[in-house]
């Protein structure tokens, strides 16, 4: 059992950037594999990336690979999602998860989820 919340979402112009928080409560965060999803209105929710348990090991969404960064600090207990070079099409309610076991691209993995933070990109 652990409790997620997102913060640090908002509006920013396009090409600008937005660092997002993920603070966990509850069990030892550092048993969870982590991930940041996001849903866009009118689409799936989407995988962004994902972090292992120590944070040796990352993913990413092509559409985000390069302007992304996710890294988690366990003795904070929270994982952040830089976002940078940011464009409208990043415009979603950015949601963490998490899951005892290995990271996972699949949104069905997660059991665990925060109740998401709203990032918009203007043009």
């Known amino acids: 059992q652990v409790q997620l919340v997102e913060s640090g979402g908002g509006l920013v112009q396009a090409g600008g950037s937005l660092r997002l928080s993920c603070a966990a409560s509850?069990?030892?965060?550092?048993?969870?594999?982590m991930g940041w999803f996001r849903q866009a209105p009118g689409k799936e929710r989407e995988f962004v990336a994902t972090?292992?348990?120590?944070?040796?090991?990352?993913s990413y969404a092509d559409s985000v690979k390069g302007r992304y960064t996710i890294s988690r600090d366990n003795r904070k207990d929270t994982v952040y999602l830089q976002m940078n070079s940011l464009k409208p099409e990043d415009t979603a309610v950015y949601y963490c998860?998490?899951?005892?076991?290995?990271?996972?691209?699949?949104?069905?993995?997660?059991?665990?989820w925060g109740q998401g933070t709203q990032v918009t990109v203007s043009s």
């Open positions: 972090i292992s348990l120590s944070g040796g090991r990352t």
């Open positions: 998860a998490a899951r005892e076991a290995t990271p996972s691209p699949s949104p069905v993995a997660y059991k665990y």
């Open positions: 509850g069990r030892t965060f550092s048993f969870y594999a």
